[in-house]
């Protein structure tokens, strides 16, 4: 049995902090703790008394050390010790680790050693692909990005990665960092541009000629643990879909509106392909809920609802063409009701807030803007409200730890960043700062969930390459799902019993996809938050 609850006294983030911005730290000692700089000196700070936090049961506070000046810091207790370091930009590194971490799961090309150093491989899944309902259908498709610890390719997570690329880009194109040693490097384009085309350009591929898009292209079973150019099993096309259909369409229109700068003839393309999907949509209005064929067992990605993902993408394709017609859609579907605050691969309602607030604006008019506005500001009042009810600031409810548990608090950050752009307010923006401390370390795990980066790391995550590339350190880059007691295995509960509680129910092995996988639209809303703090505050 894991004991989870030793550990260290104070936990930081680990990839230190941000001249400008406050120095959060948790404290789970009772005792003295001191806050000295390089010459010895203490230096005051603010701390609560120590409160219960629900989700870990530690008696935790978060103290607020400040601004603190550029330097190296001691945290003193008589349990023990914890150093910080305070840089003008001590997340470029990581931030930008978590945009190549997408490079690394690059499918179709060889990962060369000048990019991809000893992760290297040959290029995977070559081979054409059937169609499952039509097996007279071969197709060669090309590209994309696996998705996960697996080597399946989803379009709807796929068209919500590259949204939360391209937004991180259009808002905090400072906070992006470039040269990331990708192949496409130096040619003009942004690396984080260059990183979501290579998932654009397989997107385009998986749109059939009426329009609508598969859902995915998978096997019939999740591969064993071999790399991927091992991996030879056929693939299919597996049945298209409308709510990914609607996701495509919206992230292909926001690409129109992206590259258009850069590459004219692309532009065109991702917008023709968007309207083609828009066509199929309006024709085919009735939504059923994917289902695995019989005999597939790959990634479900199964959604309630399509509503969402047809608004999101009418407010994509108003704000790429400004036609009267997707103005009626996306309110009429806003009249529907939306929330606002998400961004995952399942509901992406906050998707389409992004377009209204920062792309659209008031131009939208009294329902997607002014009613919107008003809206997403109550809405992203919840985040807040979480954190500042969790003993680590953390944005998640105390019996919400899902599967991959990371989205939704980084989600709540996003809506957080959102509400501190529209309104200034600090509080806001501080909050979702503690998200960002939440998943480089400042946690009750005291782990820094993003491979290759803090003290404590993850070195075991459910990721097919990482296991078997016989290389000691996993792939770099990649986020952690994180801990989750609501969907689990029975060997993950096995390892932890039934009194661990959720935000401790983690396991530190490659087996434990449950707690420890890593996905794509994990890492890029850890990118969105990441590029907003990798940026320069002065107050
Ligand atoms: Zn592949």
């Excluded at 050390?65 to 910080?84: H, Q, V």
């Excluded at 370091?85 to 190549?100: C, D, E, F, H, M």
């Excluded at 059939?208 to 998978?218: I, M, N, P, Q, S």
């Excluded at 009267?324 to 859609?329: D, F, I, M």
């Amino acid at each position: 049995m894991f004991d989870f609850y030793e550990g260290p006294v104070i936990r930081v983030n680990q990839e230190g902090y941000a001249e400008g911005l406050p120095v959060y730290a948790a404290i789970l000692t009772k005792g003295l703790v001191e806050l000295k700089d390089e010459t010895g000196k203490i230096l005051p700070f603010e701390a609560e008394p120590l409160k219960l936090d629900e989700a870990s049961d530690d008696r935790v506070t978060v103290a607020n050390l400040g601004r603190l000046k550029a330097g190296t810091y001691i945290l003193e207790s008589p349990e023990g010790n914890r150093t910080l370091t305070v840089s003008a930009r001590p997340w470029n590194a990581v931030t930008g680790a978590l945009i190549k971490g997408l490079y690394y799961q690059r499918c179709g090309c060889e990962l060369k050693p000048e990019h991809a150093g000893a992760y290297t491989h040959p290029a995977c899944h070559t081979a054409p692909a059937t169609d499952w309902e039509d097996r007279s259908i071969q197709r060669r498709i090309t590209g994309g990005w696996h998705d996960a610890g697996d080597y399946g390719k989803y379009v709807g997570p796929g068209a919500v990665t590259v949204a939360h690329l391209l937004y991180t880009w259009k808002l905090f194109p400072e906070g992006c960092p470039d040269n990331l040693n990708i192949p496409e490097s130096g040619n003009g384009v942004p690396d984080i541009l260059n990183e979501a085309r290579y998932e654009l350009e397989w997107l385009l591929q998986m749109q059939r000629t009426d329009g609508a898009f598969h859902h995915k292209l998978t096997k019939m079973r999740f591969a064993p643990f071999i790399m991927p150019q091992d991996d030879k099993e056929p693939e299919y096309l597996m049945p298209v879909n409308p709510a990914p259909t609607a996701a495509a369409c919206a992230c292909l229109a926001l690409a129109s509106r992206v590259y258009r700068a850069f590459d004219r003839e692309f532009a065109e393309r991702t917008l023709q392909s968007a309207q083609e999907a828009w066509k199929w949509l309006r024709n085919n209005t009735e939504y059923k809920p994917f289902l695995n064929p019989e005999g597939v067992y790959t990634g479900w990605y199964c959604e309630k609802t399509d509503k969402d993902d047809r608004f999101w993408a009418a407010c994509e394709m108003l704000a790429a063409t400004g036609e009267e017609e997707y103005q009626k859609a996306a309110e009429e579907l806003y009249g529907e009701g939306q929330q606002l605050t998400h961004f995952g691969w399942a509901d992406v309602g906050g998707l389409g807030a992004l377009c209204c607030l920062f792309e659209l604006g008031e131009e939208a008019g009294e329902v997607l803007y002014t009613k919107l506005k008003e809206d997403f500001l109550g809405q992203s009042e919840e985040a807040l409200k979480l954190s500042q009810a969790s003993g680590y600031g953390t944005a998640l409810a105390w019996d919400n730890y899902v599967w991959g548990s990371i989205l939704p608090i980084m989600s709540n950050a996003m809506a957080m960043i959102m509400n501190a752009l529209l309104t200034g307010r600090q509080e806001m923006r501080d909050a979702a700062l503690k998200q960002w401390n939440y998943a480089l370390g400042m946690n009750a795990l005291d782990i820094c969930f993003v491979t290759g980066f803090g003290e404590n790391r993850v070195m075991h995550p459910h990721h097919r390459p990482s296991e078997a590339d016989g290389i000691e350190d996993p792939v770099p880059g990649l986020i952690s799902g994180g801990p989750n007691n609501k969907m689990c295995f029975p060997q993950t509960k096995e390892k932890l019993g039934e009194n661990t509680p959720p935000a401790k129910y983690f396991v530190e092995e490659t087996f434990s996809a449950d707690t420890n996988e890593i996905a794509i639209y994990w890492n890029s809303p850890a990118i969105f938050v990441g590029a907003y703090f990798n940026r320069t505050f002065t107050e």
